[in-house]
């Protein structure tokens, strides 16, 4: 199929008064769009808010060595531990919504249902809040204050990210063609050993890049730490506009301009690796011929 017949095969290309309107329409966007940030920007101008004066304190050098970069340093501290405990718990539960023992499968269920289904600030405000009410507090297990609420924010977002996580393995593992697994069964290997040398491998393979953009997501959501007054990047930037109220504005913009070019390199390993993926993919005709030939009963040669 060639680039003209793949791009008209949803809708007819337009005509000369589509083309027309299209572009009447784009341009009307655009003036829009232009028009609204320059009134942002105007009401921000006439509060001083680019005067020089007001970027010196949140961009000293200091500032930048005692907050900014220990905020960012806990930041990525949050999210690698958080998205470690997502991954084990979404390849556990994930593999237990699909099991055969009835069981794991309800307990999994149960488990994807009820905690993807809490706000998640509310999960990390109820796990950092209910170790009062059993004795657990700093003293009693030695912790820092700050160990604490990382603690208790890697938990919210291993619990929650995980049963998400798991909801994609098991749509991954649904996805994949009977006959991959007919293949295993037929030349004599068990069903643990089905799962772990022929599903699990292509599974994991097709769902890395839907598993790398709730991974993005765990990165931004790292800033609900805020609620439990862990030192990431928003909390630390609201510690910055206390302390100098006028570039309070200016401290959360630094913080989202942080947060956008973390998301943004993460977001270029998540392309990279679909291209690496593409590259790695087994030949689609070879792969049908011989998953038709397993279904059917009937050898294929090669």
């Known amino acids: 199929m060639t680039r003209q017949n793949e791009s008209t095969v949803l809708f007819d290309a337009l005509g000369p008064k589509g083309r027309q309107r299209s572009l009447i329409a784009s341009v009307v966007s ?25 970027w010196i304190n949140p961009l000293d050098a200091l500032v930048v060595e005692t907050t900014w970069i220990p905020a960012i340093l806990d930041t990525l501290l949050a999210f690698a531990l958080g998205s470690l405990l997502a991954i084990v718990l979404g390849v556990v539960i994930g593999f237990g919504r699909i099991s055969r023992f009835l069981p794991t499968r309800a307990a999994s269920t149960v ?53 998400i996580l798991a909801e994609i393995l098991r749509a991954g593992v649904a996805a994949l063609p009977p006959g991959q697994a007919m293949a295993g069964y037929a030349v004599g290997l068990s069903h643990g050993q089905v799962q772990r040398l022929i599903v699990l491998p292509q599974v994991l393979r097709n769902m890395l890049p839907a598993v790398l953009a709730q991974l993005v997501i765990l990165l931004k959501d790292t800033s609900l730490g805020y609620v439990i007054t862990y030192p990431e990047l928003l909390h630390s930037a609201n510690i910055i506009g206390r302390d100098y109220g006028n570039s309070f504005l200016q401290a959360l913009v630094i913080a989202a301009l942080i947060y956008f070019v973390l998301a943004y390199a993460l977001s270029k390993v998540v392309v990279y690796a679909e291209r690496r993926l593409r590259k790695k993919t087994a030949a689609p005709k070879a792969a049908a011929q011989i998953e038709a030939g397993v279904t059917s009963g009937q050898s294929v040669g090669i």
Do not use: H, M
């Open 30 to 54: 655009g003036v829009v769009i232009v028009g609204l940030l320059a009134w942002a920007a105007a009401g921000l101008a006439s509060n001083n808010f680019f005067e020089a004066s007001r």
């Open 111 to 163: 488990y994807v249902q009820f905690f993807r289904s809490l706000p998640l600030v509310l999960l990390i405000w109820i796990s950092f809040t209910i170790d009062g009410y059993f004795g657990f507090t700093a003293d009693t297990l030695g912790w820092s204050g700050d160990a604490r609420r990382l603690t208790f924010l890697v938990l919210g977002l291993g619990i929650y990210n995980g049963a």
